[in-house]
């Protein structure tokens, strides 16, 4: 059974940094590919990063450069860090794990386990 528990979210100003963790207690996820998606009011869930089960690793075009996704397979963690933090980065945060053998998705339709989200709130 695979549960994420996502944490570190919270108010920062602009230019600030938050570091997101999605701990799995089921201990199984270094078996799966991982992803952060965000969800701003009124918009579709939106690809952050993601890390597969080869550890390539896989960015959104508008944090490319600010943001760095890491697993670290003896926590069952997978962490992001979010520097240069934009108004536009607001939204809340989920952590999700896909179970596919091959490839990586950047679909959230794809992903099979989710998060309960975490809030990420910048302002100007």
């Known amino acids: 059974q695979v549960q994420l528990v996502e944490s570190g979210g919270g108010l920062v100003q602009a230019g600030g940094s938050l570091r997101l963790s999605c701990a799995d207690s089921?201990?199984?996820?270094?078996?799966?590919?991982m992803a952060w998606f965000r969800q701003a009011p009124g918009k579709e869930r939106e690809f952050v990063a993601g890390v597969s089960r080869t550890d390539n690793i896989y960015y959104g075009d508008s944090v490319k450069g600010r943001f760095t996704i890491s697993r670290v397979k003896a926590e069952n963690t997978v962490y992001l860090q979010m520097n240069s933090l934009k108004p536009e980065d607001t939204a809340v945060y989920y952590c999700a794990a896909d179970r596919a053998l091959f490839g990586f998705h950047l679909r959230a339709v794809e992903y099979d386990y989710w998060g309960q989200g975490t809030q990420v709130t910048v302002s100007s």
């Open positions: 089921g201990r199984t996820f270094s078996m799966y590919a």
